[in-house]
C-alpha cells in the first residue's frame, strides 16, 4: 500500500498541554500537507510543508520534516476542546493525487 | 468565498441500485478530485478531472465513474452498488497552489 502510517492511533490529553503526532511516508516528496478531520466530516487544510523546508510554524501548529527519514511531525500546542479531531497528513504523489496517512485521533479533555 | 459543496449529505441505497453524489468547487479552481472514506480503509483517491477531463483514477472497478460539466461543477456515480460502497465520499477542488480544500462529503450507505 502506498499510504503512510501515523503514530499514534488515538491520543487523549488534557486541556493546555501539547500534542504530538507522527507520520511515516514512503516516497519522495516535493510537499507534505496535514489535515483535520472533525467527526468524519470534511477535511480542514492545516499546514503545508514543502521537501527543503526543515520546519514550519502557523499559530498553535507547529510541523517538521525529515527527508531523509521520510518523517514528518505535527505539533499542538496548548491544545484546546475544540482541536478533537482526527489528524491525518498527505502527500502527493505526482502531480494529482493525495496520498493520505491513516490518521491520528486526538481527544482533548476540558 | 464560498467552499467546496457537496450534495446530499447523506444518501442510503439499496445494494444494485446506483448512487449520484455532486460536487461544486471553489470558484476558479478547475480541477476536481474524489477521495472514499470507508471504515477501516482510509482515504483512497477515487478520481481526479480537470478542464472536463478524467486525468486519473484510483484503483476503483469500473462501477465507479463519473463527470465535470464545463461550469467545473462534478458528479461521482456509483453503479450495481456493494455494501462496501458504504462510505464517506469526499471531493476536494484545487487551483494552481499546492493545497486540496474539501467540501463536508456526501455518507453513502448500502443497505
Known amino acids: 500500500s502506498q499510504q503512510g502510517e501515523e503514530d499514534p492511533q488515538a491520543l487523549s490529553i488534557q486541556e493546555g498541554e501539547n500534542a504530538t503526532m507522527n507520520c511515516s511516508y514512503k516516497t519522495s516528496i516535493n510537499n507534505l500537507q496535514w489535515y483535520r478531520q472533525n467527526s468524519g466530516r470534511g477535511l480542514v487544510h492545516l499546514i503545508l510543508?514543502?521537501?527543503?523546508?526543515r520546519e514550519k510554524h502557523s499559530g498553535r501548529l507547529r510541523v517538521t520534516l525529515d527527508t531523509s527519514k521520510k518523517s514528518s511531525s505535527l505539533l499542538i500546542t496548548a491544545s484546546r476542546a475544540a482541536d478533537t479531531a482526527s489528524y491525518f497528513c498527505a502527500t502527493p504523489l505526482g502531480t494529482d493525487k493525495l496520498i493520505f496517512g491513516t490518521g491520528t485521533r486526538l481527544q482533548v479533555f476540558p | 468565498e464560498a467552499g467546496v459543496t457537496q450534495s446530499p449529505t447523506h444518501l442510503i441505497k439499496t445494494r444494485g441500485q446506483q448512487a449520484t453524489l455532486r460536487c461544486s468547487p471553489i470558484?476558479?479552481?478547475?480541477?476536481v478530485y474524489w477521495y472514499q472514506q470507508a471504515l477501516g480503509l482510509g482515504l483512497q483517491f477515487l478520481l481526479w478531472y480537470d478542464e472536463g477531463e478524467e486525468r486519473n483514477r484510483g484503483n476503483f472497478p469500473p462501477r465507479f465513474s463519473g463527470r465535470q460539466f464545463p461550469n467545473y461543477s462534478s458528479e461521482l456515480n456509483v453503479n450495481a452498488l456493494e455494501l462496501e460502497d458504504s462510505a464517506l465520499y469526499l471531493c476536494?477542488?484545487?487551483?494552481?497552489?499546492?493545497?486540496?480544500?474539501f467540501g463536508p462529503g456526501t455518507r453513502l450507505t448500502v443497505t
Open positions: 510543508i514543502r521537501s527543503n523546508e
Open positions: 476536494a477542488s484545487k487551483e494552481v497552489s499546492l493545497e486540496q480544500y
Open positions: 470558484s476558479g479552481h478547475t480541477s
